[in-house]
């Protein structure tokens, strides 16, 4: 690579600071929403009946009677903030709807709004004092929720006993929303990742789906540049100062770039060590095709420069818009960190859930609202797959005859049952709060290494960099 290309990277990883509390994936939630989802619910093929859709409504019923909350009537109004009208949105409403069969007195309001201003309007109310403006039910991002928890404490209400049972959901998708053992979200989004091939261009390269299944990530260096060898094809394309690899590399190892008790921990962290010189390394042997934004990332697909995507599954819906393309992709594990005993072939990126404010009106109607529908309904889940791409947090669905159904577009691949049982297996990890600082720092040092400074300089500068954020 040349270093005029990466002291451009460079500048650019330090110009999108401003953004790096969770602008930058909106975008990536807005990705699960495109106008190509219809594509995917015709490749679902679903028909949103399920034989036990009415069990799961009564489980839900009766665990809300047992919740201690008194259970609700149904009747009353919840207002709710979200983004994404083709997505999150679409999908609260197909929950009232659902939810409206049952409870006929029951109305749902909901105010679009961006994923930044439910960030700064929550803060805004925090800092005032006053929650008063906060609507009943509000999404927000995983990887940003932490800070807002701790921050302000007293915003959310606890939904531990509201009646789900949080065994359903996966482990690391229940932490992203837990505090000292106790619940504050209902898992929604889905950002459990995969690896995306183009059999075609494995086939052509001398490769099948299965050797690219479970394997480190020195071994899919060296397949990586045999396809490109052969194909000029890339297996593994990046956004330059988007972080996004080598987060998924340390999480896949349930580990991350801050220790237990919450300090920066990236030099003398073996593990991060790792990642960054496996990284590096595929950036120098050209393995990654980097490029500088989202738009020039997707470009890589649509046009065909990509023969691989490793990312959240919300990539899936970017890829079932692309007609000529159809049949010719698959999913798989992605590779796993060389020589650390904790790695997994299974990560997150991405997701949201949903949360009941200090401000609800009406907490017993939210928390029955929200158990009977996210936290436990099969038959809603099989409702919003055809109509919003949005794979299930709730692992029941993943063994429902409309998850379980092949889809064209993966070669006939049952992709969605496949990515509900990835997620059940993606290994726990300490969060931080400053989650998109810690990312921006490790993806800095990565730019440094590959234009020519030592590892152990750009780490170092990497940790002081964090720890100063912290202080901020």
């Not at 992605?334 to 072939?345: F, G, L």
């Not at 400074?453 to 901020?472: C, I, P, R, V």
Request: glycine share 8%; hydrophobic share 35%.
């Amino acid at each position: 690579m040349k270093k005029k290309f990466f002291a451009v990277l460079l500048a650019g990883v330090m110009a999108v600071s401003a953004s790096a509390c969770g602008g930058g994936d909106d975008t990536k939630d807005d990705a699960n929403a495109t106008g190509d989802d219809a594509n995917a619910g015709d490749d679902a093929n679903a028909e949103g009946d399920d034989a036990n859709a009415g069990d799961d409504a009564n489980a839900g019923d009766d665990a809300a009677d047992a919740s201690g909350d008194g259970g609700s009537d149904g009747s009353g109004k919840l207002t709710v903030w979200a983004w994404d009208q083709t997505f999150n949105i679409k999908a609260m409403n197909l929950a009232a709807e659902q939810y409206k069969k049952d409870h006929p007195d029951f109305e749902l309001e909901v105010i679009e709004t961006s994923s930044d201003d439910c960030q700064t309007k929550l803060t805004t109310c925090a800092n005032s004092g006053d929650y008063s403006t906060m609507p009943d039910i509000v999404l927000m991002q995983d990887n940003s929720y932490q800070k807002f928890l701790k921050s302000y404490p007293d915003a959310f209400t606890d939904l531990t006993d509201c009646g789900i049972n949080w065994d359903d959901f996966a482990a690391l998708k229940q932490s992203y929303s837990m505090v000292d053992d106790k619940h504050y979200g209902v898992p929604y989004d889905n950002g459990v990742c995969a690896a995306f091939y183009r059999t075609d261009i494995l086939e052509e390269a001398g490769y099948t789906i299965d050797d690219l299944t479970d394997i480190t990530w020195s071994k899919f260096t060296e397949i990586a540049q045999a396809v490109h060898e052969k194909t000029g094809k890339y297996l593994l394309t990046s956004e330059a100062t988007g972080g996004d690899i080598i987060m998924l590399m340390i999480q896949s190892c349930g580990a991350n770039f801050v220790d237990e008790e919450g300090k920066a921990y990236i030099t003398g962290n073996e593990i991060a060590e790792k990642c960054v010189e496996l990284y590096a390394d595929m950036i120098q042997k050209d393995v990654v095709k980097l490029v500088n934004n989202w738009d020039e990332y997707v470009k890589t697909v649509t046009d065909g420069e990509a023969a691989g995507i490793i990312n959240g599954n919300w990539m899936n819906g970017t890829l079932v818009g692309i007609e000529d393309q159809k049949g010719l992709w698959q999913i798989t594990t992605i590779p796993k960190v060389d020589d650390v005993e904790s790695a997994t072939n299974y990560a997150n990126n991405g997701g949201s859930s949903w949360y009941i404010t200090s401000n609800c009106q009406d907490v017993a109607l939210a928390k029955d609202f929200l158990l009977n529908t996210f936290g436990s309904s099969t038959e809603f889940y099989d409702t919003i797959l055809p109509e919003t791409s949005g794979i299930a947090c709730y692992l029941p669905a993943g063994e429902s005859e409309v998850y379980n159904e092949p889809v064209e577009f993966y070669g006939g691949q049952p992709i969605y049952s496949t990515l509900v049982e990835y997620s059940s297996h993606i290994p726990e990890f300490t969060k931080t709060p400053y989650h998109y600082e810690a990312r921006e720092a490790v993806n800095t040092a990565i730019i440094q290494i590959t234009n020519g400074t030592s590892k152990e300089d750009a780490l170092k500068e990497a940790q002081e960099t964090l720890e100063f954020k912290m202080t901020e």
